[in-house]
């Protein structure tokens, strides 16, 4: 999987909309870009993905950059309840993989209330 | 509750042992993935099972190995245990191994190595 670089934490304070970068300059063209977060003590969670368009559900907001090189995962407002680690991860879909998930450090999101 | 079922959720043993962590994916789903968490290490994969058999291998020791039974379940096998085996491990389960696919991950179970 290529790989992607991202701020090692981000503050928001509640209520405010967070964006969260990721950079993934040698993303190829059958790469997904997917988002999972994990909270304290729990499992990592599937967050949003997409391929090229800009894509919406009811946890988050996904933004695509045109060349595709970069891309942000936007929380439209923080609650306390978001406060995790969150992961940006290419998923290539040319048949090559296995589709497993390669994490890298992610970004520590903290909500001050 | 991601629908992913793991046990035990913790577990404590001695080095040199060997355990078994289960893994019950959500109903319907054929593929299991197996992960570890450490605090040196951070996420890593583990094996992939589709449908009863071996997909893919990432990060997998020889000590370590892993089957998925006919009724979809999966199983983790740790043997000669060492102290840096203490970890959170996690089973991950999605509807197909594809990469436009979501996985939807248990609660995890502790292991501490003694």
């Known amino acids: 999987d290529a790989k992607t670089t991202q701020p090692n934490s981000m503050e928001s304070n509640e209520e405010e909309p967070v964006h969260l970068p990721c950079n993934h300059s040698?993303?190829?063209?059958?790469?997904?870009i997917h988002w999972y977060r994990q909270l304290p003590s729990q499992g990592p969670e599937y967050v949003i993905h997409?391929?090229?368009s800009n894509v919406n559900n009811r946890m988050a907001s996904l933004a695509i950059a045109e060349d595709r090189k970069s891309s942000t995962l936007i929380l439209h407002r923080a609650t306390l309840r978001d406060a995790a680690v969150y992961y940006c991860?290419?998923?290539?879909?040319?048949?090559?993989?296995?589709?497993?998930?390669?994490f890298g450090k992610g970004t520590k999101l903290s909500v001050i209330p | 509750d991601s629908g992913v079922t793991q046990t035990p959720k913790h577990l404590i043993t001695a080095t040199g042992q060997r355990v078994t962590l289960r893994c019950s994916p959500r109903?319907?789903?054929?593929?299991v993935y197996w992960y570890q968490q450490s605090l040196d290490q951070g996420l890593q994969f583990l094996i992939q099972?589709?449908?009863?058999?071996?997909?893919a291998k990432g990060n997998i020791l020889e000590r370590f190995s892993a089957q998925q039974f006919p009724d979809l379940h999966s199983e983790l096998n740790l043997s000669s245990l060492e102290l840096g085996d203490s970890a959170l491990y996690f089973c991950?389960?999605?509807?197909?191994?594809?990469?436009?696919?979501?996985?939807?991950f248990g609660p995890g179970t502790r292991l501490t190595v003694l």
């Open positions: 991950a389960s999605s509807v197909e191994g594809l990469a436009g696919s979501e996985q939807f």
């Open positions: 099972y589709y449908n009863g058999e071996e997909r």
């Open positions: 991860i290419l998923r290539d879909a040319s048949g090559a993989g296995s589709y497993q998930l390669t």
């Open positions: 997409g391929l090229t």
């Open positions: 109903s319907g789903d054929l593929s």
């Open positions: 040698t993303i190829s063209g059958t790469d997904y």
